[in-house]
């Protein structure tokens, strides 16, 4: 089984490929143009794009969104994770949460497949619960790992290198999409 | 000539109403689900919301699209100012300009129109530049009005009151939509 993983975030891909090969499922990275809507529910964005995948591909496919949602400002930067991360970074996160006592947060991962067997996509959504920490720690993962310390750890998702892929929202949404996948293969 | 102006926000509304009706140009307030395409280029945002609501509407219909773009924060909140502001509010901005000594940004608007006569959106671009404040001051106006003071004065947008629909960027580029529509009525 190949399927298509429509991302242009190489990190991304990079991750999703090493925990899908330990179930044997092949994965290739497909570049398509696809419109990012511009909505603050994760599960609407990936559906919207595994539905504009699939209708140029016409080959099975999954796109995956993720966000980071933090309590105290309101779930910022949410679904604009990419976008803000690129303009003001884990600095400009841990600007804003100065002075913050509540630091509580969410990793937020939505993975949405679409198929010819399939009349519309299957989504299938996870969160990681954690804390902001007080500055930047660690160099692996990408986008905001450096500054997620996930509940019960006392790192960062940067320094859990390899770790971070067993307990990601990430990795807790690719369980369930695994768990569909060998169902129906 | 009466034209459907796209837009949820009232605030908008009531500013673009305001300057129209001064030129005989009535306007009426159309609300239609739309994708709010995430890219960062606000004249294709403009662009791709303008082919959206004519198709639904298949009358005469305007977007408009502004965003603040701050020169020390890479343009951010750019294109994303609605969702930005909505989440962490002039606070957020102050706290991320907190000790940046270059305050320089602008205001950019951007008008897409579409009707039967046209094959594509005719787009009206504008911008006002000027700089961060460094506090809140005024009341008028709406979003980031009260942060932003434009070069020549130093009153912010929100202090300005109605001088603001003289020289803001959403005049300037209404002015260049109201010639379009004179020279084409």
Redo the contacts between chains.
């Keep these: 089984m190949i399927l298509n993983f429509v991302t242009g975030n190489e990190g991304k891909f990079k991750e999703v490929k090493q925990i899908l090969s330990k179930f044997q499922i092949n994965v290739k990275q497909a570049k398509v143009e696809l ?6 529910d994760i599960k609407e964005v990936s559906k ?1 794009k595994a539905i504009q995948a699939f209708e140029k591909l016409r080959e099975p496919v999954f796109v995956e969104d993720a966000g980071l949602f933090i309590d105290s ?6 679904a ?1 994770s990419a ?2 991360y ?3 970074g884990c600095e ?1 996160i841990l ?2 949460m ?1 002075n913050k006592s509540n630091r509580d947060a969410f990793f937020a991962s939505s993975i949405a497949f679409m198929s010819f067997s399939l009349r519309e996509p299957v989504v299938f959504y996870a969160e990681v619960k954690g804390k902001i920490a007080n500055e930047k720690r660690g160099s692996s993962g990408f986008g905001f790992d450096p500054i997620f310390i996930p509940n019960g750890y006392d790192k960062t998702f940067a320094e859990l290198g390899e770790e971070k892929n067993e307990i990601s929202h990430r990795r807790k949404a690719l369980d369930l999409f695994i768990e569909f996948l060998l169902k129906n293969r």
């Design positions: 419109i990012e809507p511009q909505i603050e919207s400002l309101n779930g910022f930067p949410g604009f976008f803000v690129k303009k003001i400009g600007q804003l100065k």
